[in-house]
């Protein structure tokens, strides 16, 4: 059975650069069928894509995050990264990590981790 | 960019009642639709894809419609298990997936 987890600092402070990572287990993070995604909450609000990543490396960010984010893939530990620049206290959130499929959505997801933006 | 547009944002119900939620896309989006069932402290679930496609495991009474701008996730007889937050989410591309608001769905 598949499954993601994410790891990573849960504090992270404003102007620094929020480092996550999601490990994946049970399947293979090179199939050719799924890309990898980041998916992020604010406390109390709904849901924003962040990116995803397709384990050959190719890459498709949110317009409104792109110029913050990196997102990278690392075949030989089954992981996926994520890099968010000039975190601001906005960037507060529970971050998720997804199985993406073009065809079916994201039908697995890690728990989610809590990254506080404070000094 | 797509926007997507959820209503209600919040709707009070009863156990075995009908809820339907309706989500509204910006731009045609063929079918490529996929509703989320929330609940607190805990990650979202895929419940429908491509509009109308039940996902393994999940209960017959979610059904799903609609294509091009206009969708909606209807629960035919509410159970209280499904006290939840329900998100639409658009993926006509791979270069931006949007996802709607949000709908609460409150015990009345």
């Known amino acids: 059975q598949l499954q993601l987890q994410e790891s990573g600092p849960g504090l992270v402070k404003p102007s620094e650069t929020l480092s996550l990572t999601c490990t994946v287990s049970g399947g293979s993070i090179s199939s050719s069928s799924y890309y990898w995604g980041w998916i992020r909450q604010p406390p109390g609000k709904g849901l924003e894509w962040i990116g995803s990543?397709?384990?050959?490396?190719?890459?498709y960010y949110n317009p409104s995050l792109k110029s913050r984010v990196t997102i990278s893939v690392d075949t030989s530990k089954n992981q996926f990264s994520l890099k968010l620049s000039s975190v601001t206290a906005a960037d507060t959130a529970v971050y998720y990590c997804a199985r993406v499929n073009r065809f079916y959505g994201m039908d697995v997801w890690g728990q989610g981790t809590t990254v506080t933006v404070s000094s | 960019d797509i926007q997507m547009t959820q209503s209600p944002s919040t709707l009070s119900a009863s156990v075995g009642d009908r809820v339907t939620i309706t989500c509204r896309a910006s731009?045609?989006?063929?079918?490529?639709l996929a509703w989320y069932q929330q609940k607190p402290g805990k990650a979202p679930k895929l419940l429908i894809y491509?509009?109308?496609s039940l996902e393994n495991g999940v209960p017959s009474r979610f059904s799903g419609s609609g294509s091009g701008t206009e969708f909606t996730l209807t629960i035919s007889s509410l159970q209280p298990d499904d006290f939840a937050t329900y998100y639409c989410q658009q993926y006509n591309s791979y270069f931006s997936w949007t996802f709607g608001q949000g709908t609460k769905v409150e015990i009345k």
């Open positions: 990543i397709y384990y050959s490396g190719s890459t």
């Open positions: 491509k509009a109308s």
């Open positions: 731009q045609s989006i063929s079918s490529w």
